[in-house]
């Protein structure tokens, strides 16, 4: 079984960034690819990006350019530097892990970007 921790969201201005972090624990070997997904008010859970553990990555076009997903295999973390934030970006982020074919989730971190 494999533990999820996120941290750093908060509440930021327009144009500001943040950068979220996920902790894994457990049974880390069985982890392959990680990522973030997020969930604003009345609409559903949604893909930001993924990482898997030969540092391949996918964005949502919404993100693209202005999100930089990363991961330390090392200290099994994987990271998302988000720029330019936009206040739709505003939503509960959740880490997400695939351990052999399962999804794991943290539980949510709230990223709200207002001025």
């Known amino acids: 079984q494999v533990q999820l921790v996120e941290s750093g969201g908060g509440l930021v201005q327009p144009g500001e960034s943040l950068r979220l972090s996920c902790a894994a624990s457990?049974?880390?070997?069985?982890?392959?690819?990680m990522g973030w997904y997020r969930q604003a008010p009345g609409k559903q859970r949604e893909l930001v990006a993924t990482?898997?553990?030969?540092?391949?990555?996918t964005y949502a076009e919404s993100v693209k350019g202005r999100f930089t997903i990363s991961r330390d295999n090392a200290k099994n973390t994987v990271y998302l530097q988000m720029n330019s934030l936009k206040p739709e970006d505003t939503a509960v982020y959740f880490c997400?892990?695939?351990?052999?074919?399962?999804?794991?989730w943290g539980q949510g971190t709230q990223v709200t970007v207002s001025s």
């Open positions: 990482i898997t553990s030969g540092a391949s990555t």
């Open positions: 457990g049974s880390v070997f069985g982890i392959n690819r």
């Open positions: 997400n892990a695939l351990v052999l074919g399962r999804n794991c």
